[in-house]
């Protein structure tokens, strides 16, 4: 999920909150500040209710985020990449770029989220308590008491083992070590997964049905997002088990045909996208380095009266950017990293030499022909000069 806006970093991890973030603060402030403290803690003025709402919304965020942090920090660990952390209306999303190699890594990360609640929960009931020695106000105490319960029910609501829920993830890990495969841990997760969404699809149903409750959309909420996310990891880990031993050398176009930085946009176009039957372009400079990647799609944001006087150079995405492997890198591993660049694309590297490209073509041909003979024998490494 993209960020619509950046927070900060932490622990050099991106921080990001999604526009959707926005209801949650208003939801709580709302339920707590206008419905709930006035009738719980009578006696104080509606300025102080949506005051202690609204610290409460935002120490709730911060409690997401701690959760989210130690699944990405525990992930750091186990030597997997974090892009990114995203805030959202349904909790939070540490984006992960490779999976875990082990059960014991998997179990790790996912146990780390539960376990940093447990924790939250208890230093704010102990919070609480100390505010109650020191005779603090009962609605203060109120905010420490509820930051403590929403904490613990966040951990165990989380434990529930079905998918995309760190439960789920717990149930991956140990049918994982069970059956020695963890692509069909994953499906048998994801299942589990899309059935807990629908029982709470259908229990948010009859709330609002039947018993006439306001909390019933927020379960049916919570019940359709689970059952998306738990259908997309069904998903990726079947396109899993179809390329588990594919590596990117025999999907990748072989010696891609590049392009010089220097060039015009206009000679571009002309000279080198109208001869060849290419989408993408490796850049390199004078001395034969990639320095990037040029599409078809970046070519579309040059004006046409500007063609003849922007450079290949000014549009290109930086080769930092762009996704790199491996010839022996599994497709797996890949596949992650490709569909986040906004290009699509992923080069590949022996040492410093640029030997292949991996395009959505590539991924599709490879998926295709697996699915068609159901072995590696329909899979060969790139050909010069195929489409990409």
Known sequence: MSSTFKLGTIAGIRIGAHWSVLGILLVLVLALGFRSWPVLVPGYSGGAYVAAALVAALLFLASLLAHELAHAIVARRQGIEVRDITLWLLGGLAALRSEA??????????AAGPLASVV??????????????VDAPTLVVMVAVYLAVLNAVLAVFNLVPAAPLDGGRILRAALWAWKGDRNRAAVWSARAGRGFGIALILLGAWQLLFAGSGSGLWWVLIGLFVVTVAGAEERQAQLGSTLGDVRVAEVMTADPDTTDAGLSVHDFLHDVVLSRRHSAFPVVDQAGRVEG??????????????????????IECPVDDVPK???????????PSLGET???????????????????????????????VGDTSAVRPGVPGTAS
Request: charged fraction near 20%; aromatic fraction near 4%.
């Open 293 to 314: 990647l040029v599409t078809l799609n970046r070519l579309r944001s040059v004006p046409v009266d500007e063609r003849g006087t922007t450079s290949v150079r000014s």
């Open 120 to 133: 939250a929960g208890a230093l704010f009931g102990a919070l609480a308590w100390l505010l109650v020695a």
């Open 325 to 335: 492997a491996t010839p022996d890198t599994p497709l797996t591993e890949l596949l």
């Open 342 to 372: 906004p290009d699509g694309r992923a080069l590949v590297f022996d040492g410093d030499r640029l030997v292949g490209i991996v395009t959505p073509t590539d991924v599709s041909r490879a998926v295709t022909l697996r699915g068609l």
């Open 101 to 110: 190699r082990t059960p014991v890594a998997d179990l790790r990360i996912a």
